[in-house]
């Protein structure tokens, strides 16, 4: 029989630059990032990594001993989530959607102070699609173009999720995709402040 050998990185480090205006806490794998849009925290308990923060060079370093590919690809995952925090918190994060319709307009109408969106008259449907955002997301309507709404929050997981869920919500079924093109959608991503 033969023998395979893993090969193993003795020792991992990434390391995450924290900008001045951003306050962080870490104990025991959990993280708090604290900006001007908010604060957002994650637990990162179930992986076997160190998390540390460096107050005075402002500084975070995840650590991981014997490493192979899995524990480098969650080490990559979690710098990931940490930076999308950092970034969530200082300049937050904004979905751009448009309906695109054929013949029957799109009615959109944002309501519970911008928490919710209703849609009517999808494909000439009676029925009223409600959606709600996320904890912390909201939604407004765009006042340069027409029927354009942006969904906008500090945290990237609950934005993205709730401009999916609008989007997915307005799906023409059983009809052919390639003639009803009718539904709402993701245009662009950006930053809330540029």
């Known amino acids: 029989y033969t023998i395979d050998f893993i090969m193993l990185n003795i020792k991992t480090i990434r390391k995450i630059k924290v900008p001045k205006n951003i306050i962080i806490k870490t104990k025991a794998r959990k993280i708090s990032v604290t900006g001007r849009l908010g604060n957002l925290s994650r637990n990162f308990e179930r992986n076997q990594i160190s998390i540390?923060?460096?107050?005075?060079?402002?500084?975070?370093?995840?650590?991981?001993?014997?490493?192979?590919?899995?524990?480098?690809?969650?080490?990559?995952?979690?710098?990931?989530?940490?930076?999308?925090?950092?970034?969530?918190?200082?300049?937050?994060?904004?979905?751009?959607?448009?309906?695109?319709?054929?013949?029957?307009?799109?009615?959109?109408?944002?309501?519970?102070?911008?928490?919710?969106?209703?849609?009517?008259?999808?494909?000439?449907?009676k029925r009223v699609r409600k959606i709600y955002m996320g904890v912390g997301v909201k939604i407004k309507k765009s006042e340069s173009k027409k029927d354009e709404i942006s969904v906008f929050?500090?945290?990237?997981?609950l934005v993205s999720l709730s401009a999916a869920t609008i989007q997915q919500s307005c799906q023409a079924k059983n009809k052919d995709l390639r003639k009803f093109l009718d539904g709402i959608y993701i245009v662009n991503k950006k930053n809330l402040i540029n």
């Open 52 to 125: 540390r923060y460096f107050e005075k060079k402002k500084l975070i370093v995840l650590l991981v001993w014997m490493t192979g590919k899995k524990e480098l690809a969650k080490l990559n995952t979690i710098a990931s989530h940490i930076s999308n925090m950092i970034i969530g918190v200082s300049i937050g994060f904004e979905y751009v959607l448009q309906p695109i319709y054929a013949h029957f307009p799109i009615n959109i109408s944002i309501t519970d102070d911008g928490y919710s969106l209703e849609i009517r008259n999808f494909l000439g449907e």
């Open 153 to 157: 929050g500090n945290d990237i997981n």
